[in-house]
């Protein structure tokens, strides 16, 4: 069965630092984008980052740009979202969702249409 699981959300104060993880259960991540999503209380999903499957290509919105690194962990079929100096604006649910893109993966967005495998989802509170 096909399925991201993410974790690593918490509560940290305005500054602070969070590892979020989306591990890969069936998938080959050879052949998939993994893109990172946020959804905050009565706002639209947001892309905030993503990886190509062949590793090299990220991608960063401007809003976590130089804060945010995205990484992956080919042995464990894991993907990490780190995240420093976080705001209380970055307050949201926080998903990861896989992109089928085979041999193309030299590039990556964060198109929610695009994405057609997501996690269930990780809460990140930054608060003081």
């Known amino acids: 069965q096909l399925q991201l699981v993410e974790s690593g959300g918490g509560s940290v104060q305005p500054g602070g630092s969070l590892r979020l993880s989306c591990v890969a259960y069936?998938?080959?991540?050879?052949?998939?984008?993994i893109g990172w999503f946020r959804q905050a209380p009565g706002k639209e999903r947001e892309g905030v980052s993503c990886?190509?499957?062949?590793?090299?290509?990220?991608y960063y919105s401007d809003s976590v740009k130089g804060r945010f690194t995205v990484s992956r962990d080919k042995a464990k079929d894991t993907v990490y979202l780190h995240m420093d100096n976080l705001k209380p604006e970055d307050t949201a649910v926080y998903y990861c969702?896989?992109?089928?893109?085979?041999?193309?993966?030299?590039?990556?967005?964060?198109?929610?249409?695009?994405?057609?495998?997501w996690g269930q989802g990780t809460q990140v509170t930054v608060s003081s």
């Open positions: 969702a896989a992109d089928d893109v085979g041999d193309n993966g030299d590039f990556c967005s964060v198109v929610d249409g695009l994405y057609d495998l």
């Open positions: 069936g998938l080959n991540l050879d052949y998939y984008n």
């Open positions: 990886i190509g499957s062949i590793g090299t290509a990220t």
